[in-house]
């Protein structure tokens, strides 16, 4: 008996002989993303200078790689290891046993009932936020609302992470964040790059804002060590974690990639969404006036609680069609340890396998008019035959994002904060650019002006 033939390359551009893609790639790659899909389908291979790629759209391909046979998948890819260098092996970054031994200690801090003690840190420092913006309601006076989502999660990771405002009292913290996270950014978008031991000026200034983070994250974890524990901040539940194989704990170093990867991960992706989501209400006035509509009906005037986020079901799904069209942790990679067949095709091991929210949330067999703002997409009835991997804006399968429940609890409230007291509008003529890097921010900001209701 014959063996079965081998599983075909997969189609795609043959690109510049030296390059590959690269050119097409860095200059804009949703767009190139998108051509591909267009002209090849589901699977298209390509490569990028001298590494094979491979573009995967199809919610079954997906499934496949996160979840079906997520063993074979590994995250060490170009992108995790430039993020390392912020987040040592954490969730986010690490791979295989440890991985997993981490995850079995961190997870019973993020069950529902640990979360939900966060509810009132969040909303205070909603109601901060927005007896600032008081003035700027007066004024007319034009702001930056993404630098402002940066501000407000940086002080709820902070105080749910350290029972400390770091905004106010360390913002040296901040700054360090922002230089990290931007010069990584840079790193990752970069074909070529100078090893990090020579001393560039970016490479001072990186390892600068890598000094102040240690310095700041170690000293917590030593004075918590030291002394008497905070009662409900993460760091304390995470101090107190054991695995439940072994009965092990985390050590010194392993809290600090933890520590990191949630203030970093955590307050960077969760102000996107934000971000995102205002400017898509101000885009979309019917959908806002839905959005308040339900607040008057829910919470008649008083302060959103823990309480009301079940019943507030349209802002839901408001955030769910924010993080559709404008996911903020739009693409990732994985690469094969072994051979392997995706939708009929070879993918050999070694390749970087490319997975793209922004591009499969816009599938056109799972997702009428992709371009149209619409959140009653996510209302039970229309969600009930959605393959469940159609949408994942926090990936998927085991290694999904830890931090999801937090995430989605800290947006409804403060969408349903802001939107209670606030109109946002986007101030004309201010370019509004997707910077498609790590994380999908707005390359300009987002500058609007607020207005009490």
């Not at 050119?23 to 699977?43: C, N, S, T």
């Not at 230089?179 to 390892?207: C, H, Y």
């Not at 996510?378 to 969600?383: I, N």
């Amino acid at each position: 008996m014959s063996s079965p033939a081998p599983a075909p390359p997969a189609p795609g551009p043959r690109g510049n002989w030296f390059l590959g893609m690269l050119p097409e790639f860095r200059a804009d790659p949703i767009k190139l993303f998108f051509d591909l899909a267009e002209e090849h389908g589901d699977v298209i291979a390509f490569a990028l200078f001298n590494r094979p790629c491979m573009l995967l759209r199809h919610p079954d391909q997906i499934a496949w790689v996160l979840k079906e046979n997520h063993r074979n998948y590994s995250k060490n890819t170009r992108g995790i290891q430039k993020l390392k260098s912020i987040l040592g092996d954490g969730l986010l970054t690490a791979d295989g046993p440890h991985w997993r031994r981490q995850r079995r200690i961190a997870s019973p801090t993020f069950r529902p009932k640990n979360i939900g003690g966060f509810a009132q840190t969040m909303l205070d420092a909603g109601d901060r936020m927005l007896e600032e913006w008081e003035g700027l309601a007066s004024s007319g006076e034009a702001f930056d609302l993404n630098e402002a989502m940066m501000k407000v999660t940086l002080r709820i990771a902070g105080e749910t992470l350290f029972s400390a405002d770091v905004t106010d009292e360390a913002k040296d913290l901040s700054r360090a964040l922002s230089t990290a996270m931007q010069i990584t950014n840079k790193r990752v978008g970069r074909a070529l790059d100078v090893p990090t031991s020579w001393p560039t000026s970016e490479n001072r200034a990186f390892q600068k804002a890598m000094n102040t983070l240690d310095e700041i994250v170690r000293g917590m974890i030593e004075e918590r060590r030291a002394g008497e524990d905070r009662e409900g901040d993460l760091l304390t539940m995470l101090i107190h974690a054991r695995d439940e194989q072994t009965g092990e704990e985390m050590t010194d170093e392993q809290l600090r990639d933890e520590v990191m990867t949630l203030l970093l991960a955590g307050h960077e992706t969760t102000a996107n969404a934000l971000s995102w989501t205002w400017h898509l209400l101000a885009a979309n006035p019917e959908c806002r006036l839905k959005l308040e509509e339900e607040l008057e009906q829910v919470l008649g005037g008083r302060t959103p609680t823990l309480e009301d986020y079940r019943a507030l079901e349209y802002t839901g799904r408001v955030i769910d069609e924010s993080m559709r069209l404008l996911p903020p942790g739009w693409l990732f990679g994985r690469a094969p340890i072994e051979d392997d067949v995706v939708g009929g095709f070879a993918v050999p091991s070694g390749t970087l396998v490319m997975i793209s929210s922004y591009i499969t949330h816009r599938h056109p067999d799972f997702w009428p008019e992709p371009e149209r703002f619409d959140p009653d997409r996510f209302l039970p009835s229309r969600c009930e035959d959605r393959h469940p991997f159609a949408y994942f804006p926090f990936s998927g399968g085991p290694r999904g994002c830890i931090g999801r429940g937090f995430a989605l609890l800290e947006l409804r409230l403060l969408v349903a904060q802001i939107a209670q007291r606030f109109r946002l509008e986007a101030v004309p003529g201010h370019p509004v650019e997707l910077e498609k890097l790590v994380t999908l921010r707005p390359l300009h900001g987002l500058q609007m002006t607020a207005h009490a209701r």
